[in-house]
């Protein structure tokens, strides 16, 4: 598709905060102060997408609060990436049921990843007819418009098209107070990874203009914001689809030239289109924090083919040795799936063999979760749930030791890091982040909190460090 039929023309978003002041002046006549709750799921994509939308609602005259039942409107931001997320909104949705019959008023919205699923909008039309309105990630932009529609009719709308997705500029937007920020800088994703529904739900890889990125990351920089994560599907292929030559290394190096104290960061990266020029550009830029989410799914080479991933298990390698050369303290976090269908044991074990081969910090395993309508949800899958579940406590016995002995290896050492929130833990109020993202929790007073510090380790376990600041 063209570029000009990508993004969405500022007519059309300007055309948005018309039915904002109209849903504004909707409930100011009837002398309300509308509430909403708004619950995100799933990655941090969507956690930026549920940002817009509550910029949207903001900027409709609502406010916010995390009780459903005194909300006039309640919003289910959906992941659809395993099974197991699905059930929750569902559940949730039940729990709704109730609020809705105190309340024949309150609006209820279903929208995110699910919402794009041609079997769930189905099911909510038919069997939940609590829900008001239900749009996909790719019509996030105009849900002013949609929320009017039901405000005017209070008919049902879903708005479940299969459009490819634009590029929406200049949506307003409610962001965590604090010093972490997330930019998305492309939508979609083109890779169809066997045993993904990311693609089915998100549209095709689009990028954002570097100007308006670069604008974005300044502002934030400006206003305070110290720990600012790039996002996308798969980072590593920004650009492709603006054929200007300019690619993710060429958007570090511009970022980087932002002056202020920062670091930025960024995931996910995919190994198929991770180059050393990428590591190149992440040891040259001091803003660029010296760590790496590289999901490599799988150990074994058969299993990886099999998952359309498009790399081998010594590229993964060779890929890891070089960034490591270049970076020598880099902290390296992966993505990982068992039990994908035909996986035998001895495939298995050489995921638990590549795990204690690189020795991650870090490692997000997920049990396989067959999604309907990709392509491994049609594989023969016979291996037993309870034989998947001993491989995965395999792998997380090793991971976790590994990861305790990291963490005991920083006991005695001063580190640097960034104060961004309390911790809720009594004895040690304080969370921070060092540069590798490790969690450091600190003794401390909250005004800290937005500063860099030096921290002396005093302990830790698997999933964190303890410190003081010096
Ligand atoms: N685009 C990112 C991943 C997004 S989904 C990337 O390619 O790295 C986050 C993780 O969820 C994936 O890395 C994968 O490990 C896991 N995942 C995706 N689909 C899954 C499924 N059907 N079952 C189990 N885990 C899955
Ligand atoms: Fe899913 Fe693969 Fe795309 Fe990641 S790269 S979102 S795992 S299809
Ligand atoms: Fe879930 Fe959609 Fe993210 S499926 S993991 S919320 S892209």
């Not at 930019?183 to 045993?195: L, T």
């Not at 996308?232 to 690619?247: E, F």
């Not at 309508?373 to 023969?380: L, Q, R």
Request: proline residues 5%.
């Amino acid at each position: 598709m063209k570029r000009e039929e990508i993004v969405i023309p500022a007519e059309a978003i300007a055309r948005q905060r018309d039915f904002q002041e109209k849903i504004k002046a909707l409930f100011s006549a009837r002398q309300a102060h509308p509430l909403a709750c708004v619950e995100t799921f799933g990655c941090q994509q969507n956690v930026a997408d549920g940002q817009r939308i509550m910029g949207m609602l903001a900027a409709c005259g609502f406010t916010f609060t995390e009780e459903a039942r005194e909300a006039d409107l309640v919003l289910l931001n959906t992941c659809a990436i395993r099974e197991h997320a699905e059930q929750r909104v569902f559940g949730n949705l039940g729990i709704l049921t109730h609020s809705k019959r105190e309340n024949p008023e309150q609006i209820i919205v279903l929208c995110g990843c699910m919402a794009q699923e041609p079997r769930v909008a189905e099911r909510v039309k038919q069997s939940y007819r609590l829900v008001d309105l239900v749009f996909g990630p790719q019509a996030l932009w105009k849900f002013p418009e949609l929320l009017w529609q039901v405000c005017e009719t209070r008919k049902r709308v879903f708005s479940i098209d299969d459009e490819h997705g634009g590029i929406a500029e200049g949506l307003p937007v409610v962001r965590e107070r604090g010093v972490k920020a997330w930019v998305s800088i492309m939508y979609g994703c083109n890779n169809f990874c066997s045993y993904c529904i990311v693609p089915y739900v998100r549209g095709r890889e689009r990028s954002r203009d570097p100007a308006a990125v670069l604008a974005e990351v300044r502002e934030l920089v400006e206003a305070g914001y110290r720990d600012i994560t790039l996002l996308g599907q798969n980072v590593n292929s920004y650009g492709n689809d603006l054929d200007a030559g300019y690619h993710f290394p060429d958007l570090l190096r511009d970022i980087d030239q932002i002056p202020g104290d920062y670091w930025i960061r960024f995931m996910s990266s995919h190994p198929k289109d991770a180059t050393p020029q990428l590591f190149d550009t992440m040891a040259d830029c001091a803003h660029v924090a010296k760590q790496l989410h590289l999901p490599f799914q799988s150990g074994n080479n058969r299993v990886l083919g099999e998952m359309n991933r498009r790399y081998t298990r010594e590229k993964y390698l060779e890929l890891i040795h070089y960034a490591r050369s270049r970076m020598p303290g880099l902290v390296l976090t992966s993505d990982v799936i068992i039990g994908f269908p035909g996986e035998t044991r001895a495939e298995a074990m050489d995921t638990v063999s590549l795990v204690e081969e690189v020795g991650f910090d870090a490692l997000f395993t997920f049990l396989y979760s067959p999604r309907p309508g990709t392509k491994a949800a049609a594989m023969p899958d016979p291996t037993p749930r309870e034989e998947k579940q001993r491989w995965f406590d395999q792998l997380l016995e090793v991971q976790n030791a590994h990861s305790a002995a990291i963490h005991a290896g920083y006991v005695g050492k001063t580190l640097r890091v960034l104060a961004d929130g309390e911790s809720g833990d009594e004895a040690y109020p304080l969370s921070s982040r060092t540069e590798g993202n490790r969690l450091v929790r600190l003794k401390g007073d909250k005004s800290l909190i937005g500063q860099f510090l030096h921290v002396k380790i005093t302990g830790s376990n698997t999933w964190a460090l303890y410190g003081e600041p010096v």
